[in-house]
């Protein structure tokens, strides 16, 4: 069977990412995992993933989600970048909604959640593409 869509979880709590990532698998997504920024990027650039879900906070080690996200939308203006926080500041919802995100969702995500974005992803990819999911 083919996948709805290819997702790319970016976060540095590997076990959360890894959660998201086997939830979404149930629902027909091929997901793949990142817990760095900079991994992140590259694996975009590499394979050009449907979906991204970008944790804002990616920890010391790392640039952040929003440099991903703007990144991200230099190498291709039309990437699907959603992007997962527990942060409300009103200046990095701005500055996400500017740079493109599709959504900014707070922490934590019910599973329901993240498969409806997952979807309404997924539904505009598929209509980039001429089809219908």
Request: aromatic share 6%; with cysteine.
């Amino acid at each position: 069977m083919e996948s709805k869509a290819s997702i790319l979880v970016v976060d540095d709590e590997e076990g959360l990412a890894y959660s998201i990532m086997q939830y979404l698998s149930r629902f027909g997504f091929a997901t793949e995992m990142k817990t760095n920024g900079e991994a992140a990027v590259e694996y975009y650039k590499a394979n050009h993933p449907d979906i991204m879900l970008i944790d804002v906070l990616l920890g010391e080690n790392s640039i952040d989600g929003i440099e991903v996200l703007k990144r991200i939308k230099e190498v291709d203006a039309n990437a699907l970048c959603v992007m997962t926080t527990r942060i409300t500041d009103e200046k990095t919802v701005k500055k996400a909604k500017e740079l493109g995100a599709l959504h900014y969702v707070l922490k934590p995500l019910s599973g329901d959640d993240i498969v409806e974005i997952a979807n309404e992803a997924a539904e505009i990819i598929q209509q980039r593409r001429g089809r219908h999911v």
